[in-house]
């Protein structure tokens, strides 16, 4: 008996390091290796692997989102985050939900979990694993005494201090005149709609993601009609927002700024100036919590990037960074139909060749970094 369990343990160590897409296909070999691929504990293990590689910049997958120029439709592809500019990089497509009856689709990500929101409308929500082929149906947002909402955003995030993921709404009310913005919460365990009391005032514009923290805390970058910028937080527990202040400042003078986090810290990319001299400055700062009301920020990352002439115009709308390199360099989507590597050494941009994509005239218009997990959106 003692030797099964040896055998067993070693199994698991074993499988646990392997990628999704070997994992399904192992489940195939033999009951045993069935049994310990579907078991929610293994399940659980190969998510914090794979947690850890996000964090290393190991493992990591890009989902392109293509608009067919051509054809109006829209394509999801995945390939791997190109180390260097001498690795292939091949796309493959993902086979989308079942569910997918519509040519326009917003796409959000969990980048830990490997699961994606698909919004086709403000009340017509899918969430999926494209590594497994699994989709799950969300019911229908709560509707604000009938009127529509014409602007809709979610992020999508795990809170451990409930053991749920859950996803945010945030919608803008408007009929017949602006009403302000609501925010909805949806609970993967209930399986229903929240509705926070609070409302967004409707000069609040959302800039970038949302995103939503493990510990419990969603985060927004709030656009007032004055031009200022800041932080807004969102505690699920008490339902409270608050202000956070990115270097003592509340007017955050920056373009395209965007919220990600690391572990279990909030981080902030931005280009903090317009294209000056021939020349954009690009940022990522980390935010540390030091008690309830006191934040503190570090710079992780900056790079003066220099703009080639014929993207100076418009670079400060058409440049998106996508993910880090393990080389230290930066993975940046460019225009409509380009992704390129940015190298500090040579402090130049290099297109990344992509090749599989079965799209013509394609329009990359999102690029989201995540890793591949085997949570069953249907298992939550």
């Given at each position: 008996?003692?030797?099964?369990?040896?055998?067993?343990?070693?199994?698991?160590?074993?499988?646990i390091?392997?990628?999704?897409?070997?994992?399904?296909?192992?489940?195939?070999?033999?009951k045993?290796w069935?049994?310990?691929?579907?078991?929610?504990?293994?399940?659980?293990?190969?998510?914090?692997?794979?947690?850890?590689?996000?964090?290393?910049?190991?493992?990591?997958?890009?989902?392109?989102?293509?608009?067919?120029?051509?054809?109006?439709?829209?394509?999801?592809?995945?390939m791997?985050?190109?180390?260097?500019l001498?690795?292939d990089?091949?796309?493959?497509?993902?086979?989308?939900?079942?569910?997918v009856?519509?040519?326009?689709?917003n796409?959000?990500?969990?980048s830990?979990?490997?699961?994606?929101?698909?919004s086709f409308?403000?009340?017509?929500?899918?969430?999926?694993?494209?590594?497994?082929?699994?989709?799950r149906?969300?019911?229908?947002?709560?509707?604000?005494?009938?009127?529509?909402?014409?602007?809709?955003?979610?992020?999508?995030?795990?809170?451990?201090?409930?053991?749920?993921y859950?996803?945010?709404?945030?919608g803008?009310?408007?009929?017949?005149?602006?009403?302000?913005?609501?925010?909805q919460?949806?609970?993967?365990?209930?399986?229903?709609?929240?509705?926070?009391?609070?409302?967004?005032?409707?000069?609040?514009?959302?800039?970038?993601?949302?995103?939503?923290?493990?510990h419990?805390?969603?985060y927004?970058?709030?656009?007032?009609?004055?031009?200022?910028?800041?932080?807004?937080a969102?505690?699920?527990?008490?339902?409270?927002?608050?202000?956070?202040?990115?270097?003592?400042?509340?007017?955050?003078?920056?373009?395209?700024?965007?919220l990600?986090?690391?572990g279990?810290?909030?981080?902030?990319a931005?280009?903090?100036?317009?294209?000056?001299?021939?020349?954009?400055?690009?940022?990522v700062?980390?935010?540390?919590?030091?008690?309830?009301l006191?934040?503190?920020?570090?710079?992780?990352?900056?790079?003066?990037v220099?703009?080639?002439?014929?993207?100076?115009?418009?670079?400060?709308?058409?440049?998106?960074?996508?993910?880090?390199m393990?080389?230290?360099?930066?993975?940046?989507?460019?225009?409509?139909?380009?992704?390129?590597?940015?190298?500090?050494?040579?402090?130049?941009?290099?297109?990344?060749?992509?090749?599989?994509?079965?799209?013509?005239?394609?329009?990359?218009?999102?690029?989201?970094?995540?890793?591949?997990?085997?949570?069953?959106?249907?298992a939550?």
């Amino acid at each position: 008996m003692p030797n099964n369990y040896i055998i067993h343990d070693n199994i698991i160590d074993i499988l646990i390091k392997l990628p999704v897409k070997s994992l399904i296909r192992f489940k195939l070999v033999c009951k045993l290796w069935r049994s310990v691929i579907e078991d929610g504990q293994f399940i659980n293990l190969h998510h914090d692997q794979c947690k850890s590689d996000y964090k290393n910049c190991q493992n990591q997958k890009i989902c392109l989102a293509c608009y067919g120029m051509e054809t109006k439709q829209i394509c999801h592809y995945s390939m791997d985050v190109p180390y260097s500019l001498q690795c292939d990089s091949v796309v493959s497509l993902l086979e989308p939900p079942t569910t997918v009856q519509c040519a326009r689709v917003n796409v959000y990500v969990d980048s830990c979990s490997g699961l994606f929101v698909l919004s086709f409308s403000a009340y017509n929500v899918v969430l999926w694993n494209p590594a497994i082929r699994e989709s799950r149906t969300i019911p229908s947002p709560i509707s604000i005494h009938g009127k529509d909402q014409i602007w809709v955003r979610y992020g999508l995030g795990y809170d451990n201090s409930s053991d749920d993921y859950i996803i945010v709404r945030v919608g803008l009310i408007y009929h017949p005149d602006p009403d302000g913005h609501n925010v909805q919460i949806f609970s993967t365990k209930s399986d229903s709609w929240k509705l926070i009391n609070e409302k967004l005032p409707v000069t609040y514009e959302i800039q970038g993601n949302i995103v939503v923290a493990d510990h419990g805390i969603v985060y927004m970058i709030i656009k007032e009609s004055s031009d200022n910028k800041f932080i807004l937080a969102l505690c699920l527990k008490n339902e409270k927002f608050e202000e956070i202040l990115f270097q003592g400042r509340r007017d955050l003078i920056m373009e395209q700024p965007n919220l990600f986090t690391v572990g279990e810290c909030l981080c902030l990319a931005k280009f903090c100036s317009p294209i000056i001299n021939e020349l954009a400055n690009f940022e990522v700062w980390r935010m540390t919590k030091n008690g309830t009301l006191s934040y503190s920020w570090s710079k992780l990352f900056a790079i003066t990037v220099p703009v080639p002439d014929d993207e100076r115009v418009m670079t400060k709308y058409h440049v998106r960074p996508v993910s880090f390199m393990k080389d230290g360099g930066m993975l940046f989507r460019r225009s409509r139909d380009e992704l390129v590597v940015y190298d500090s050494k040579t402090q130049k941009f290099e297109q990344v060749k992509i090749a599989g994509l079965e799209v013509a005239s394609p329009f990359l218009y999102r690029g989201l970094t995540y890793v591949e997990t085997l949570i069953s959106p249907n298992a939550l």
